[in-house]
Nanobody
C-alpha cells in the first residue's frame, strides 16, 4: 500500500500565494511521476502539473507562469507553489503518484485532497 498525504491548503486572497505539499509513504521501490490535480465544484478533475523522477515538468495552460511543481525524491514529497492566485484556481487539490512498490507491483495512488479557496 502507498499512501499520499497532502498539506498546505487554505484560504488566500486573489493575487496571493500558497504552497501545498504531498508526502508519499509505504512500501515504495520507485516513484515515477508525481502530480497535482484539482476539481472545482461541478467540474471534472483536471491535471494541474506533473513532474517525473528526472525533473521534467508539465503544466496546464491555465497555470503556466504562475505555478511551479517540484519534488524531493529523498523525502518522497512533491510540492506545488502557487503564485498570483485567481478565483478560478479554487478547488480541491489532489496529489497523485505512480511507480513501483517494494514487491515490484505497480501502483497509482491518490491523496485525500486539500481545499484551496481563493477569495476576492
Amino acid at each position: 500500500q502507498v499512501q499520499l498525504v497532502e498539506s498546505g491548503g487554505g484560504l488566500v486572497q486573489a493575487g496571493g500565494s500558497l504552497r501545498v505539499s504531498c508526502a508519499a509513504s509505504g512500501s515504495i521501490y520507485r516513484i515515477n511521476t508525481m502530480g497535482w490535480y484539482r476539481q472545482a465544484p461541478g467540474k471534472e478533475r483536471e491535471l494541474v502539473a506533473a513532474i517525473t523522477s528526472g525533473g521534467s515538468t508539465n503544466y496546464a495552460d491555465s497555470v503556466k507562469g504562475r505555478f511551479t511543481i517540484s519534488r524531493d525524491n529523498a523525502k518522497k514529497t512533491v510540492y506545488l507553489q502557487m503564485n498570483s492566485l485567481k478565483l478560478e484556481d479554487t478547488g480541491v487539490y489532489y496529489c497523485n503518484a505512480e511507480g513501483s512498490q517494494s514487491d515490484w507491483r505497480p501502483f497509482r495512488s491518490w491523496g485525500q485532497g486539500t481545499q484551496v479557496t481563493v477569495a476576492s
